[in-house]
């Protein structure tokens, strides 16, 4: 079965662009998150979906972020204009509602901002 | 935003050798989980504890819910070269959300 699957799986840009992120999660998986990862701020939520509706935005950043669940199999998370402290690496993760913590993580997709 | 400490920060080991990490925090969590990441992979989930005091197995990995609900270890026999990685801890914070400890990263010398 296919895991999470995010794209693309590396991306760079420049300061002022826009980046959009995506996310497949894996099928009969209704919560759907986003993670940032960094060196000095390790793994934090930044907002997660049950149902594609966004259910707790508290971990994104700044309103340059945002990220969109059109459909069951599919969200993206959007940077607008993007900075070189946007650099990290961004996760996804899906698993079944209601049914406890266990949380499968796609392979990440690294964003790079010069 | 919030996280948990593990220790030690990291480890270099000889193959062969047992591993032993912790994960403590200020708060109570009601579940606690332990990944794995790969170097340019997501984590993978080795591990879940659901009850204080609980101590569960997978393999070669042992993994215990600390009593005050504020930490957990989690053990390694006899490591081998593929247990290179970075261990995190995960606590279970209200409904849904995953609160991710700073990582252990583990070096094993063949």
């Known amino acids: 079965d296919a895991g999470v699957i995010q794209s693309p799986r590396h991306e760079v840009t420049e300061m002022g662009q826009e980046v959009t992120l995506r996310c497949k999660p894996i099928s009969g998986h209704n919560s759907l998150f986003w993670y940032r990862q960094t060196m000095m701020r390790g793994l934090e939520l930044l907002i997660y979906?049950?149902?594609?509706?966004?259910?707790?935005d508290s971990g994104m950043p700044e309103d340059r972020f945002s990220a969109k669940m059109p459909n069951a199999s599919f969200s993206t998370l959007k940077i607008q204009p993007s900075e070189p402290r946007d650099s990290a690496v961004y996760f996804c993760?899906?698993?079944?509602?209601?049914?406890?913590?266990?949380?499968?993580f796609g392979p990440g997709t690294r964003l790079t901002v010069l | 935003g919030q996280q948990l400490n593990q220790s030690p920060q990291s480890m270099f080991i000889q193959e062969g050798e047992d591993v032993s990490m912790n994960c403590t925090s200020s708060?109570?969590?009601?579940?606690w989980l332990w990944y794995k990441q790969d170097p340019g992979e997501g984590p993978v989930l080795l591990i879940a504890?659901?009850?204080?005091?609980e101590l569960t197995s997978n393999g070669r990995l042992t993994a215990q819910f600390g009593i005050t609900r504020k930490d957990s270890f989690l053990n390694i026999s006899a490591s081998i070269p593929s247990d290179v990685g970075i261990y995190f801890c995960a606590g279970a914070a209200g409904f849904q959300k995953l609160v991710f400890g700073t990582g252990t990263r583990l070096l094993v010398s063949p």
């Open positions: 504890l659901y009850k204080a005091g």
């Open positions: 993760a899906s698993k079944p509602l209601g049914q406890g913590f266990r949380q499968f």
């Open positions: 708060s109570i969590f009601n579940t």
């Open positions: 979906f049950n149902n594609n509706v966004p259910i707790d």
